[in-house]
């Protein structure tokens, strides 16, 4: 989490706004050995997940499952997870499959995620190199977060 920081309110409120029907239909899979459990998303949004994890009664409504592997919905982007999504389903393995178009794996997302786990305890897996990635989806990233500061209340006059 190093340089990371914490997702803010803000970031939390902008989750969840892919409302592509392509993707909140998308097929979410748990796989289950004896001994192993895996939680492929595809291109879902955290909240559906959620619900048909909830139907389907592998999670109890408010509470709380672990898996061994969870692939990241829609290859880590921000607009198809919430922080609630990270404390609900944890995992010992986290993939990003993300190869930087369209910018994903989110800088917003690993700060969900290290925001819900900040005792750590899991290992990230990357099928790209972050580094070309995260240059250009920082100067965006920073872009929002000045935006926002600088936002200010019709109401109050304040930020």
Do not use: W
Not at 95 to 113: I, K, S
Not at 130 to 151: G, N, Q, S, T
């Amino acid at each position: 989490s190093k340089g990371l920081g914490q997702a803010t309110p803000e970031d939390a409120c902008a989750a969840c706004t892919d409302n592509s029907i392509a993707n909140i239909s998308r097929i979410v899979v748990l796989a289950k050995t004896a001994t192993r459990s895996l939680l492929l998303t595809g291109d879902a949004r955290g909240d559906k997940g959620l619900e048909g994890l909830e139907l389907q009664g592998h999670l109890a409504p408010g509470g709380s499952m672990h898996v061994d592997l969870l692939k990241l919905m829609h290859h880590g982007s921000d607009r198809n997870v919430e922080p609630d999504f990270f404390t609900r389903v944890t995992a010992d393995h986290y993939v990003f499959c993300g190869d930087g178009f369209h910018g994903n794996p989110e800088r917003a997302t690993l700060e969900m995620l290290f925001g819900a786990r900040p005792a750590g305890g899991y290992t990230l897996h990357f099928t790209a190199e972050l580094e070309p990635i995260d240059v250009e989806r920082k100067k965006d990233y920073e872009k929002r977060r000045a935006r926002r500061r600088f936002v200010r209340d019709p109401h109050t006059g304040g930020p």
